[in-house]
């Protein structure tokens, strides 16, 4: 069973900086794809950044240039460096791991995800 567990949430100021870690544990060919993914009141959950096997990354035009997503194999962690941060990141932010070893296609729908984190959240406030 794959659990992922997330922290590193906050409350900073507009112009901040903060790292997210998920650790995770459990099968590992679900490790081949992992996400971040974001969810604030009222409005859909939608991906933030991917990385695959390899290490390379997508990110959403959104965050392109304040994030990287990066990992450790050998901690089984996740990362998340978001700078630069705005009032609009405020959100719960979750880890995913893709269960199937085929690409995620599109990277940002949520549903081709099978495992979650519970979340971290992340305020910004202007």
């Known amino acids: 069973q794959v659990q992922l567990v997330e922290s590193g949430g906050g409350s900073v100021q507009a112009g901040g900086s903060l790292r997210l870690s998920c650790t995770k544990s459990g099968y590992t060919h679900s490790g081949r794809y992992m996400a971040w993914f974001r969810q604030a009141p009222g409005k859909e959950r939608e991906g933030v950044a991917v990385?695959?096997?390899?290490?390379?990354?997508t990110y959403a035009d959104s965050m392109k240039g304040r994030a990287a997503i990066s990992k450790d194999n050998a901690k089984n962690t996740l990362y998340l460096q978001m700078n630069s941060l705005k009032p609009e990141d405020t959100a719960m932010y979750y880890c995913?791991?893709?269960?199937?070893?085929?690409?995620?296609?599109?990277?940002?729908?949520?549903?081709?995800?099978?495992?979650w984190g519970q979340g971290t959240q992340v305020t910004v406030s202007s």
């Open positions: 990385i695959d096997m390899n290490g390379a990354t």
């Open positions: 995913a791991a893709r269960a199937s070893p085929d690409p995620p296609s599109p990277w940002h729908l949520w549903n081709l995800y099978a495992y």
